[in-house]
Each structure stands twice: as C-alpha cells, then as structure tokens.
C-alpha cells in the first residue's frame, strides 16, 4: 500500500491541512505517582481503570480523559505519556501480562509491525468503510485517525516561510550548519520515519546514510522530548528543526509558541492509528474509548483544537479548518509495509554509522 503524490490538498481522498518522556504525566494519569495511589487508594477505588498508552501529550490525552470520564463517571482513564517507539517497546515486554487497554497514536509502520507480533487485538469500530484500505489494518487489528505530514519547523520571530529551508536538501546547505535541533530520533516514532524515508528518497541505501551523516554534522542539539525541542526553538530563533505539521500548528494555536513550518516536497504523510492491545484488562471500556476518541464529531474537533488531519473520508470540510481544506501537501510515495519491514535494521545501521560514528 502506498501514499500518492497530491497538489490538490488530498492524500488518497483526505483533505489535509510532543509528546514527554515516558517520566512526565498529563493530569490524572500515572507513571512514577502510581505506587503512591496505589497505598491512598486514589479515586479510583470504587472505579474500573481504563489505562491508555499515547505520544499524544497532554493536551489532547488531558482533554479526552476529563471528556470520558465525565460521559463515564465509573470509568478511570489513567494515560501514560511517552514516544512512540516507547510504547511499543512497553507493550512487547508486557504480551504476557498486559497492563495497558488502548494503544492511541504512532505511526502505521509500529501498529503494522505490532500486529504482525500478535501484540494487538481485532477490532472492527463502527466506521470502519469510512477508512481507505492503506489506512487500516486487514484483519482490523489498526485503524489510521490522522495523517500527519512531515515539516521543517521554524521560529517564527526570527524566520518567515520565504526565509525558512524548502526543501530537505536545503537543511544541508551550509547557512543552516549548526542551526539544527532534533528530537532524538531513539524513542521517537516520528524521527525514526524522518530518518528511514530520507534514506528511501536517496537513490541508495548507502547514500541515504551519507545524506543522514551531513545532517548529523550540521545537527547541534537532539532533545530528549518533544517538549524540550518545542522549548529550544522558542528560546533560540536562529534554529530550525523536523516535525510533524500538526504538532507545531497545535502549540503555536493553543500554547502560544511562536513556531511556523514550511512542508517541503516528497514529504512522508504519517498515518497515525489507534488499537486495542491484546489482552486488554478492560476490553468493553477499551471498545469504548476507541469510538468516543474517534466519532465524525471528535475528529471534527481534533481538527480544529489539535490541528489534527482526520484519515475518515466522511469528515465534512465545512466542519474543519480553512487552513487545514487549502493545504496542498506534495507526498512521499511509501510502501508502509515494506517500510516497517526493514525500519529496525535502517534504524540500526543509521544508529551504527551515523549517530555513533565518531
């Protein structure tokens, strides 16, 4: 399954438009404070816990959780927050005892690969024809919420769209040596897509690597979370970095960070997805969360408070924002499958020549 190149503001159909370390906790949910409510018994006592696993960050996690739980006042969501890659990890080390009932948000090739290990449960949600095939899983086990494209982030007080880099390219001339934060790519499903699909894009695997290793030469900073990157941009205006469009619309809209992006061409469109675990302690209340998170409605909302590019074809463009209708996103052209066949071993040849060079 592949994603085709659009100058229409469609991606197969669609109109298009941070997340914390493991450590770091939206409202409500638990990580490290899970043992003290365990001995106080908490508020969820006398509850069912539905637990959640989500790169999503606190405020859509934050937001969703006070929504469930007010239209379910017997239900206690408890999210924990962390990468992509993070949540996969954790979910693999728990196959034999699942602790989480929902996975929400990753790119397709983790959900792909997950099922693939028997670590995610079939799930048909009630819109389920309202999904374009590349965006779902055959066997139901994944359902793509939004696409996500890529984009060169920018501060926009020390930048302007014409000033920023256009293309990935641009990122290796030399006035941009230096200037260059990343997220570290490690934990980061976001990052590990960035870095397999410039090696895609290369004519070869072997000068795919060598184009990564001029980016690390001009890379100054990796940052350890999405915060922390969203943190260094505002503070630093001669700095540029990589980041998913919506993440950087989001904290510009919401949080007030004075951050823009550019979209360049032959950018790779994440398909983000949702999932039940297998195992899942709390299945009925995972059945529900997946749908109440994932209603015409919701992702109408998502669009407009989250910057979210709905995956549903059903979604009236009335309903999303302007902005989002216009945009015209040139996409890569992935074979997702193929992609998170071979994305360990690039992510570890990457991690060999490139990061750990010396």
């Known amino acids: ?103 929400w948000g990753a790119p397709s090739s983790m959900f792909i690969q997950a099922a693939e290990e028997g670590l995610l449960a079939p799930y048909k949600p009630s819109w389920a024809d309202k999904v374009g095939a590349p965006y779902r899983d055959s066997e139901h086990r994944w359902y793509g919420t939004y696409l996500s494209p890529l984009a060169i982030v920018f501060n926009n007080r020390g930048r302007t769209k014409e000033t920023a880099p256009q293309t990935w390219d ?8 230096q200037k260059i934060a990343l997220r570290e790519p490690l934990p980061s499903g976001t990052m590990r897509t960035f870095l397999c699909a410039m090696m895609l894009r290369a004519p ?73 675990v297998d195992g899942a302690p709390h299945r009925e209340w995972a059945e529900r969360f997946y749908e109440f998170v994932t209603t015409a409605e919701a992702l109408a909302r998502q669009a407009r408070a989250y910057a979210k590019v709905p995956a549903r074809t059903d979604i009236d463009p009335a309903t999303l924002p302007q902005w989002m209708v216009a945009q015209t996103i040139d996409a890569m052209d992935i074979d997702w499958r193929e992609f998170a066949r071979n994305e360990k071993a690039r992510i570890n040849r990457w991690k060999a020549e490139v990061y750990g060079a010396p």
């Open 204 to 276: 070869s695997e072997d000068e795919g690597i060598a184009w990564l290793k001029r980016l690390n030469n001009a890379t100054k900073a990796y940052l350890g979370n999405p915060q922390l990157l969203y943190d260094h941009l505002k503070r630093n205006e001669e700095m540029v970095s990589v980041w998913l469009m919506a993440d950087i619309a989001l904290q510009r809209e919401r949080n007030g960070y004075p951050l823009d992006t550019v979209v360049p061409p032959d950018t790779p469109v994440i398909t983000e997805g949702i999932a039940i």
């Open 1 to 103: 399954m592949t994603q085709q190149q659009t100058k229409t503001g469609l991606i197969q159909g669609k109109h298009l438009s941070g997340r914390a370390d493991a450590s770091v906790l939206v409202p409500g949910c638990f990580g490290l404070v899970w043992a003290v409510l365990f001995l106080l018994g908490g508020c969820s006592e006398s509850k069912d816990v539905l637990l959640v696993y989500s790169p999503h960050g606190p405020d859509v996690l934050g937001d969703y959780e006070t929504e469930f739980e007010a239209a379910y006042p017997e239900v206690d969501v408890q999210c924990l927050d962390m990468g992509s890659q993070e949540v996969y990890e954790r979910i693999k080390s728990e196959r034999n005892n699942p602790q989480a009932d929902i996975w």
């Open 170 to 177: 641009e990122l290796l001339e030399p006035q941009w040596h």
